[in-house]
């Protein structure tokens, strides 16, 4: 079976290009540092109560449009293939840490909806579910400090396309007999 859609870590590199795309104006040192797709493996901040930090995570999400399916057979070289198409429904959930936090959870809310940001996700096969989520705030205390924090979850649609060979039918046996 081979799939025509995007693997996580295109996932993930998809989400993180539209981010730097959307918060070049207020990450504009080394987004590579600032902007990230997963959390510091020793486990506590590698940053400072300071520093603007953006951590993202592209999760799944359970959506009744994401468990239809529609196929379609077609005959090549030979053998039967099946054509798959679905929607995978992604929740993309970015965590802002900083004394920007806000801005930048609300430059990601705004910025999906830049002609030039749809372009980008359109060619990967992401489109936004236009739904206006609502910025949180959940403040983290560590080591004595309570550190700024600000929570948003976009969710995206992404087309899924899957290609496999169904075999092909070599042989049919009819038998027929009549009937008094």
Do not use: C
């Amino acid at each position: 079976m081979s799939s025509h859609s995007n693997t996580l870590p295109e996932v993930k590199n998809a989400f993180w290009s539209m981010a730097k795309l959307i918060l070049k104006d207020i990450i504009t040192d080394n987004p590579d540092k600032w902007i990230r797709k997963m959390y510091p493996k020793g486990g506590a901040p590698d940053f400072t109560i300071s520093d603007n930090v953006v951590f993202l995570n592209a999760t799944p999400r359970d959506d009744d449009y994401s468990k239809q399916r529609d196929s379609v057979y077609r005959t090549e070289q030979g053998t039967v293939m099946r054509n798959a198409m679905r929607t995978r429904v992604w929740d993309l959930k970015t965590q802002a840490y900083g004394p920007h936090a806000f801005d930048v959870v609300t430059a990601m809310k705004d910025g999906v909806f830049l002609p030039e940001v749809q372009m980008l996700m359109a060619k990967k096969g992401f489109y936004l579910v236009p739904e206006m989520p609502v910025p949180i705030q959940a403040n983290e205390i560590f080591a004595g400090q309570w550190w700024e924090r600000w929570d948003i979850t976009l969710t995206f649609n992404e087309e899924y396309l899957s290609k496999q060979d169904v075999g092909a039918i070599e042989h049919v046996y009819i038998r027929a007999e009549a009937l008094r």
